[in-house]
T-cell receptor
Framework: KAGVTQTPRYLIKTRGQQVTLSCSPI?????VSWYQQTPGQGLQFLFE???????NKGNFPGRFSGRQFSNSRSEMNVSTLELGDSALYLC???????????????FGSGTRLTVV | AQTVTQSQPEMSVQEAETVTLSCTYD???????LFWYKQPPSRQMILVIR??????QNATENRFSVNFQKAAKSFSLKISDSQLGDTAMYFC???????????FGAGTRLTVKP
């Protein structure tokens, strides 16, 4: 069974540009969440999607957005990049309902975004 | 808001010995779940163990066990017979019942020395 796949693995962008990150969840998992990981702030919840709808949202500016497709794949977009957006972006998937509580999230290996 | 605190930024242990990582959390919820995740240099977060708040029995997974003290809001991880492959960042996480917003602590970097 394939795991959670995130692409690309590494990305370098310039301030002011925008970026799109991709996440393919485990087959059958309908919930996809995104986290930002930095040395200073640790792991911070960005948002969660289920059935193409954003169900939960963390405390990030509107420059951070996402979407989910009918096959549960998800994309995350960051517009007008700032130096502080440099981070590891982790995608996590889970079965819905009691699945997350029972099994926890399954994480991808992340996309390392560097803004220069 | 729920907060998770890991007070030990770094720890080390000799191979084959036992080590305990601390975690405390703050919540007014009565029904919730707690997790320990491991993040090796490969970056992928791996679930180590989980605990349901309404279960008094401490969870155990092979060499990993927890000491869950609900009244004290404490959730420590004990690793027995430490192995070199246990070297990683360990994160404690909290999740309310029926809410997929999982909150993580700052992490503890564990080094297992040969």
């Amino acid at each position: 069974k394939a795991g959670v796949t995130q692409t690309p693995r590494y990305l370098i962008k310039t301030r002011g540009q925008q970026v799109t990150l991709s996440c393919s969840p485990i087959s059958g998992h309908r919930s996809v969440s995104w986290y930002q990981q930095t040395p200073g702030q640790g792991l911070q919840f960005l948002f969660e999607y289920f059935s193409e709808t954003q169900r939960n949202k963390g405390n990030f500016p509107g420059r951070f957005s996402g979407r989910q497709f009918s096959n549960s794949r998800s994309e995350m977009n960051v517009s007008t990049l700032e130096l502080g957006d440099s981070a590891l972006y982790l995608c996590a998937s889970s079965p819905d309902g009691q699945g997350l509580a029972n099994y926890g999230y399954t994480f991808g290996s992340g996309t390392r975004l560097t803004v220069v | 808001a729920q907060t998770v605190t890991q007070s030990q930024p770094e720890m080390s242990v000799q191979e084959a010995e036992t080590v305990t990582l601390s975690c405390t959390y703050d919540t007014s919820e009565s029904n919730y779940y707690l997790f320990w995740y491991k993040q090796p240099p490969s970056r992928q977060m791996i679930l180590v163990i989980r605990q349901e708040a309404y279960k008094q029995q401490n969870a155990t997974e092979n060499r990993f066990s927890v000491n869950f003290q609900k009244a004290a809001k404490s959730f420590s991880l004990k690793i027995s017979d430490s192995q070199l492959g246990d070297t990683a960042m360990y994160f404690c996480a909290f999740m309310k019942h029926l809410n997929n917003d999982m909150r993580f602590g700052a992490g503890t970097r564990l080094t297992v020395k040969p």
